[in-house]
């Protein structure tokens, strides 16, 4: 006779860990001195909540760093054995701009020099695609490189290995020991009412949160140390 799992077995081996504000502070903070290529694109994930293959397709015509804000109409996914680039389905929250906070801006800003100096380096190798993010060539990131590397950086960071899917759900938490103002947490979140975005900012982060955060908020010009 074949014993079937309890449900509540089933449901808790569905469950994923998440990462709280400090793991993830802890993460990006390995990341930054590390001087990691994809430090930008973990930056977005978390902060902005975008999934692999709306970093992984973002173009910088689609980021508007002086504006502060940021359009995510496009990704990139591998179907059926092709790398595509294609456009998101149209909704109403895929055509509308998504603010870039002061650690995204900062971020990006590093990310377009070190993309020029790997244009530089690759010289005629270099192939032009206008994404954010790419290899050392210019071609595009195979997204299952893209998940290696994140439990790679896992590992080495002394964070708890989990899904890169499984980081949209730090967001929230990392919005508001980001000092965000719920309004524009709203609008990242894309909740439909105020008061599911105060739910999470009843969580109040440490001091000493706040802080390393805001070391990670400022410029990378010079030194890749916190």
Partial sequence: MTTLPSASKTKKKRQHVVWGV??????????????????????????????????????????????EQVWISRQLNRVRGELLHRETTKTDDSTASL?????????????????????????????DSDLVFTTRNGTPIEPRNFNRSFEVQCRKAGVPRIRVHDTRHTCASLLAALDVHPRVAMRILRHSQISMTMDVYAQIPSPETRKAL????QSLDGSSEI
């Fill in 99 to 127: 603010p870039l906070l002061g650690l995204c801006i900062t971020a990006l800003r590093h990310r377009q020099r070190t993309q020029e100096e790997a244009r530089k380096a690759a010289g005629a190798k270099w192939r």
């Fill in 214 to 217: 805001d070391r990670l908020n």
């Fill in 22 to 67: 400090d793991e993830a502070r802890k993460f990006l903070e390995h990341l930054r001195a590390a001087d990691d290529p994809l430090y930008a694109a973990y930056v977005l994930t978390l902060v902005l909540g975008l999934r692999r293959g709306e970093v992984l397709g973002l173009a910088w015509d689609c980021v508007d760093l002086g504006g």
